[in-house]
Nanobody, 120 residues
Framework: QLQLVESGGGLVQPGGSLRLSCAASGFTLRYSAIGWFRQAPGKEREEISCDRRSGGTVYADSVKGRFAIFRDGAKNTVYLQRNSLKPEDTAVYYC??????????????WGQGTQVTVSS
């Protein structure tokens, strides 16, 4: 079964850091693009980062300079390192093997996501 599982969420204070994990099972992430998305309460899901492999990595303006994607091939896992967290970063975070939310939705391949709450 092909699956991505997000983890690493939790409660963190403003200015803190948190690393989210996106672990793959049933396939290798080595050649896959990886998109990170988030959905805050009452808002639409937004793409925050996309690692296109050969096409490089892009970040939304809202997270540029604070978030970074990196991969661990041995663990078949992609990470989203999040620094200088703000209350507006509070959301459920998702990863997917496509950087287009509409494609992930069409494939019905969203995972459970991981909740991140930034609050003092």
């Amino acid at each position: 079964q092909l699956q991505l599982v997000e983890s690493g969420g939790g409660l963190v204070q403003p200015g803190g850091s948190l690393r989210l994990s996106c672990a793959a099972s049933g396939f290798t992430l080595r050649y896959s693009a990886i998109g990170w998305f988030r959905q805050a309460p009452g808002k639409e899901r937004e793409e925050i980062s996309c690692d296109r492999r050969s096409g490089g990595t892009v970040y939304a303006d809202s997270v540029k300079g604070r978030f970074a994607i990196f991969r661990d091939g041995a663990k078949n896992t992609v990470y989203l390192q999040r620094n200088s967290l703000k209350p507006e970063d509070t959301a459920v975070y998702y990863c997917a093997t496509d950087c287009r939310a509409e494609v992930v939705t069409a494939r019905a391949s969203w995972g459970q996501g991981t909740q991140v709450t930034v609050s003092s």
